[in-house]
């Protein structure tokens, strides 16, 4: 597989080509960066992303990382990505204990940001 960071040379088409930025968010979090931002605003698009990979929340649009149901989907799979989520919802007790379920180091990621 091509190194994350090569994703950034591809063509502006194909860093807007749903198909593709999907498949490089499987292979890695870090190349959901170059997506476009229409990209980084699709929820299902990023619920996908964070499913496979839940640090891709870092990369979502705010108002996703704000987005509950996305978000809880991303501590499940991986607790220490609440540190991406919107402040509220670091806050919240449900998403809180979620995150420390996946992972007891998720408590200072929360607080970390």
Do not use: M
């Amino acid at each position: 597989a091509a190194a994350p960071d090569s994703v950034r040379f591809a063509a502006e088409a194909l860093l807007d080509d749903r198909e593709f930025v999907l498949a490089a968010a499987r292979e890695s979090s870090r190349t959901f960066q170059y997506a476009s931002q229409r990209l980084r605003e699709d929820r299902e698009l990023v619920l996908s992303a964070v499913e496979c990979h839940a640090d891709a929340l870092l990369h979502a649009a705010p108002e996703l990382r704000a987005d509950y149901g996305l978000v809880y989907a991303a501590v499940s799979a991986n607790g220490c990505s609440i540190a991406h989520a919107a402040a509220s919802l670091r806050r919240d007790p449900t998403i809180l204990a979620a995150a420390i379920q996946n992972d007891p180091l998720a408590a200072a990621a929360a607080e970390a940001r």
